[in-house]
């Protein structure tokens, strides 16, 4: 069904895998569904407006001449956010989450976002966005594992605390395991922000590795940080109002006690 609403408003973000979004219409709707259903989603609200933070080159390039969508960059947030960043492969997504940190706790903070790929970003003590680190998502990591080594199983995660794998599936866990955990762990410590927030698909499984770990850092569990960062610059841009944007931004949040400044 096609769904014909001028004052309809999406705020998604398009990631490799999975696309995460918010129809707002008044009411609010989350969502999640596979990006090459993409498509099937324009055409129910293909009068609405769309706000997009999109990391796939093949969408943006179908969809970047329709009137009604648009693609968000670090052009649009450097006004607000210093970058100590090489921007010619800054993804929206890393800076969108970073402008949505900034706007929430104001500086030094760690956000892990947790997808396809797992990415580890800085806004330093002074506001800057001073970059970070890029792993392949767990997924990712056991299904490279299975393809490129052809006697590996395609093993399905799950939290393993050991340091020695006893068989091969096992191995693999432990190896998955600490190699998330400590990565991260060294990531954080090295840094010391004030908080981290943690986001995406696998953020429970990342928050379950390193909860435990006696952690000073204030840990907030995000569904998509990057769908927040689309919101707060609808916010700045008057495209939608002060109460609808915290009544919008409470669905992304697992924990809600942030800030709004």
């Not at 800085?122 to 594992?145: A, D």
Request: with cysteine; glycine share 6%.
């Amino acid at each position: 069904m096609k769904i014909k609403n001028n004052n309809t408003i999406i705020f998604a973000d398009i990631g490799n895998t999975f696309v995460d979004y918010i129809v707002y219409d008044g009411d609010i709707k989350y969502n999640k569904i596979h990006t090459k259903n993409f498509k099937h989603l324009y055409k129910k609200y293909f009068n609405a407006q769309f706000f997009i933070s999109c990391v796939v080159n093949k969408i943006e390039k179908r969809y970047s001449k329709n009137k009604n969508i648009r693609f968000l960059s670090f052009k649009n947030i450097t006004k607000y956010i210093k970058i100590n960043y090489d921007i010619k492969n800054l993804g929206s997504d890393r800076i969108l989450g970073i402008f949505a940190a900034k706007n929430f706790f104001k500086k030094n903070v760690v956000i892990i976002s947790c997808g396809t790929c797992l990415t580890l970003d800085y806004l330093n003590k002074n506001g800057v966005y001073s970059g970070g680190e890029i792993f392949p998502g767990i997924n990712l990591s056991l299904i490279t594992l299975k393809n490129n080594a052809s006697k590996l199983p395609l093993v399905k995660y799950k939290k393993l605390n050991i340091i020695c794998g006893q068989d091969t599936e096992s191995c693999i866990l432990s190896g998955i395991n600490n190699f998330y955990k400590q990565g991260i762990l060294n990531f954080i410590n090295y840094l010391n922000p004030n908080v981290v927030l943690i986001s995406g698909g696998d953020r429970k499984k990342i928050s379950s590795l390193i909860e435990k770990e006696k952690m000073k850092n204030k840990i907030f569990l995000v569904k998509n940080i990057v769908i927040c960062g689309i919101i707060v610059f609808c916010f700045k841009k008057n495209i939608i109002s002060y109460q609808e944007f915290k009544k919008i931004l409470k669905v992304c949040f697992i924990q809600n006690n942030f800030q709004t400044n």
